[in-house]
Protein backbone atom coordinates (compact mmCIF):
# COMPACT_ATOMS: atom_id res chain seq x y z
CA UNK A 1 0.00 0.00 0.00
CA UNK A 2 2.94 2.08 0.34
CA UNK A 3 3.50 3.08 -3.24
CA UNK A 4 -0.15 3.76 -3.89
CA UNK A 5 -0.25 5.83 -0.98
CA UNK A 6 2.47 7.74 -2.70
CA UNK A 7 0.57 7.39 -5.98
CA UNK A 8 -2.66 9.02 -4.11
CA UNK A 9 -0.64 11.58 -2.64
CA UNK A 10 0.80 13.05 -5.85
CA UNK A 11 -2.38 13.41 -6.99
CA UNK A 12 -3.88 15.13 -4.27
CA UNK A 13 -0.56 17.45 -4.65
CA UNK A 14 -1.67 17.84 -8.08
CA UNK A 15 -5.35 19.01 -7.69
CA UNK A 16 -3.98 21.14 -4.91
CA UNK A 17 -1.82 23.04 -6.91
CA UNK A 18 -4.23 23.26 -9.89
CA UNK A 19 -6.70 24.48 -7.38
CA UNK A 20 -4.75 27.49 -5.86
CA UNK A 21 -3.58 28.39 -9.18
CA UNK A 22 -6.79 28.36 -10.82
CA UNK A 23 -8.96 29.90 -7.77
CA UNK A 24 -5.99 32.65 -8.09
CA UNK A 25 -6.08 33.56 -11.75
CA UNK A 26 -9.70 32.96 -12.79
CA UNK A 27 -11.61 34.46 -9.63
CA UNK A 28 -14.36 31.73 -10.34
CA UNK A 29 -15.94 29.76 -7.50
CA UNK A 30 -17.20 26.70 -9.32
CA UNK A 31 -14.43 25.22 -10.70
CA UNK A 32 -11.84 26.13 -7.70
CA UNK A 33 -14.87 24.48 -5.61
CA UNK A 34 -14.64 21.72 -7.97
CA UNK A 35 -11.04 21.56 -8.01
CA UNK A 36 -10.65 21.21 -4.14
CA UNK A 37 -13.43 18.70 -3.54
CA UNK A 38 -11.06 16.65 -5.99
CA UNK A 39 -7.98 17.28 -4.04
CA UNK A 40 -9.94 16.24 -0.70
CA UNK A 41 -10.98 12.74 -2.22
CA UNK A 42 -7.45 11.98 -3.49
CA UNK A 43 -6.32 13.08 0.11
CA UNK A 44 -8.48 10.71 1.54
CA UNK A 45 -7.83 8.10 -0.47
CA UNK A 46 -3.98 8.61 0.55
CA UNK A 47 -4.88 8.46 3.83
CA UNK A 48 -6.61 5.16 3.72
CA UNK A 49 -3.94 3.58 1.80
CA UNK A 50 -0.94 5.10 4.21
CA UNK A 51 -3.23 4.26 7.08
CA UNK A 52 -3.66 0.54 5.62
CA UNK A 53 0.08 0.63 5.12
CA UNK A 54 0.90 1.74 8.90
CA UNK A 55 -1.65 -1.26 10.48
CA UNK A 56 -0.43 -4.19 8.06
CA UNK A 57 3.19 -3.59 7.13
CA UNK A 58 4.59 -3.97 3.69
CA UNK A 59 3.39 -5.86 1.37
CA UNK A 60 4.73 -8.43 -1.51
CA UNK A 61 4.39 -5.67 -3.93
CA UNK A 62 6.38 -3.46 -1.78
CA UNK A 63 9.36 -5.47 -2.05
CA UNK A 64 11.52 -5.45 -4.55
CA UNK A 65 13.56 -7.95 -3.65
CA UNK A 66 9.89 -10.32 -3.94
CA UNK A 67 8.74 -13.28 -5.22
CA UNK A 68 5.44 -14.57 -6.98
CA UNK A 69 5.24 -17.07 -4.44
CA UNK A 70 4.94 -14.86 -1.62
CA UNK A 71 1.55 -13.18 -2.98
CA UNK A 72 0.43 -17.17 -2.58
CA UNK A 73 -2.82 -17.71 0.02
CA UNK A 74 -6.34 -16.04 0.70
CA UNK A 75 -6.77 -12.50 0.03
CA UNK A 76 -9.12 -11.49 2.61
CA UNK A 77 -12.48 -12.45 3.84
CA UNK A 78 -14.93 -11.69 1.10
CA UNK A 79 -19.02 -12.09 2.36
CA UNK A 80 -20.78 -14.64 0.90
CA UNK A 81 -24.30 -12.62 1.01
CA UNK A 82 -25.33 -9.63 2.14
CA UNK A 83 -28.86 -7.94 2.14
CA UNK A 84 -26.95 -4.69 2.20
CA UNK A 85 -26.27 -3.05 -0.99
CA UNK A 86 -29.93 -3.51 -2.05
CA UNK A 87 -30.62 -1.67 1.11
CA UNK A 88 -27.97 1.01 0.38
CA UNK A 89 -29.08 1.37 -3.43
CA UNK A 90 -33.05 1.30 -2.99
CA UNK A 91 -32.36 4.24 0.13
CA UNK A 92 -30.23 6.02 -2.82
CA UNK A 93 -33.00 5.79 -5.46
CA UNK A 94 -35.32 7.20 -2.51
CA UNK A 95 -33.43 10.16 -1.75
CA UNK A 96 -32.59 10.88 -5.55
CA UNK A 97 -36.52 10.88 -6.19
CA UNK A 98 -37.17 12.85 -3.07
CA UNK A 99 -35.16 15.60 -4.84
CA UNK A 100 -37.74 15.73 -7.20
CA UNK A 101 -41.39 14.63 -5.43
CA UNK A 102 -40.55 15.95 -1.77
CA UNK A 103 -38.67 16.15 1.27
CA UNK A 104 -40.76 13.27 3.03
CA UNK A 105 -39.11 10.99 0.25
CA UNK A 106 -36.16 12.26 0.79
CA UNK A 107 -35.72 11.72 4.64
CA UNK A 108 -37.05 8.54 4.16
CA UNK A 109 -34.60 7.55 1.46
CA UNK A 110 -32.00 9.03 4.12
CA UNK A 111 -33.10 6.84 6.63
CA UNK A 112 -32.93 3.49 4.61
CA UNK A 113 -29.76 4.29 3.41
CA UNK A 114 -28.55 4.92 6.80
CA UNK A 115 -29.73 1.66 7.63
CA UNK A 116 -27.96 0.16 4.80
CA UNK A 117 -24.59 1.76 5.18
CA UNK A 118 -24.69 0.47 8.68
CA UNK A 119 -25.90 -2.81 8.01
CA UNK A 120 -22.55 -3.12 5.59
CA UNK A 121 -20.25 -1.75 7.94
CA UNK A 122 -21.37 -3.33 11.14
CA UNK A 123 -22.54 -7.17 9.42
CA UNK A 124 -18.88 -8.75 9.97
CA UNK A 125 -18.01 -6.63 12.97
CA UNK A 126 -17.22 -9.68 15.32
CA UNK A 127 -16.15 -12.22 12.73
CA UNK A 128 -12.60 -12.42 14.22
CA UNK A 129 -13.96 -12.77 17.69
CA UNK A 130 -16.72 -15.94 16.49
CA UNK A 131 -13.62 -17.23 14.96
CA UNK A 132 -11.17 -17.41 17.79
CA UNK A 133 -14.00 -18.73 20.06
CA UNK A 134 -15.39 -21.19 17.83
CA UNK A 135 -11.59 -22.83 17.45
CA UNK A 136 -11.63 -23.04 21.33
CA UNK A 137 -14.83 -24.97 21.09
CA UNK A 138 -14.16 -27.18 18.71
CA UNK A 139 -10.91 -28.62 20.11
CA UNK A 140 -13.29 -29.34 23.44
CA UNK A 141 -15.87 -30.65 21.17
CA UNK A 142 -15.67 -34.78 21.00
CA UNK A 143 -16.15 -34.98 17.48
CA UNK A 144 -12.74 -32.90 16.96
CA UNK A 145 -11.13 -36.34 16.07
CA UNK A 146 -11.13 -37.91 19.74
CA UNK A 147 -14.09 -39.89 20.54
CA UNK A 148 -14.74 -41.45 24.32
CA UNK A 149 -15.57 -44.68 25.37
CA UNK A 150 -18.32 -44.79 27.78
Do not use: C
Amino acid sequence: MKTEARLFIGVAGFFLVTAVGYGWRSKEPAGTAVLVIAFLMAALVAFFLHTQYRRRGLRAQDRPDAEVVDTAGPLDFFPPHSPWPITTALGSVLAALGVVYGLWLFLLGIGVLGQGVLGMVFQYADRDGQRSNSSADDSRSPSSGTTRSP
